[in-house]
């Protein structure tokens, strides 16, 4: 564990990583985040937020600047997991992202066809404005 942490409460930590995670993520998100929307294991690395409902437009915005076809118009995630292992053993992983639950709604930029699908299988994607 960090040696930052190994006195703090468990509910000073968490409140701690929600004030981050809302920082960073708060354009993204359409509510605020709570505290009982986060699962944290700071010995085991881990950290997990659920049920969080994307902001479109302001996601969208990243999208366009990165020159996606896709337009989305609405979108959320079940959960996104993070791992990070401080020390691993030689050949493995350092760290880690899963999320599972994640849907959305979209559709091409005007004047774009639709790419052929490439979202994972775990991804749950409307198609509500006529691509095949």
């Known amino acids: 564990m960090a040696g930052w942490a190994r006195g703090w409460p468990e509910a000073l930590k ?3 990583a929600r004030y981050a995670l809302q920082r960073w993520l708060g354009p993204f998100l359409e509510e605020p985040l709570r505290l009982e929307q986060l699962g944290l294991d700071l010995r085991g690395g881990t950290g997990t937020v659920r049920d969080l409902r994307l902001r479109a437009p302001a996601l969208d915005e990243l999208l366009a600047g990165a020159g996606a076809p896709l337009e989305l118009l609405e979108g959320g995630l079940g959960a996104v997991t993070v791992s990070v292992t401080p020390r691993p053993p030689c050949c493995s992983r350092l760290c880690g992202c899963a999320t599972p639950g994640c849907c959305g709604r979209s559709c091409p930029r005007p004047g774009r066809r639709c790419p052929p699908p490439c979202w994972p299988p775990s ?7 006529g691509c095949a």
């Open 14 to 16: 968490a409140r701690a």
């Open 123 to 129: 991804c749950r994607v409307s198609r509500s404005c």
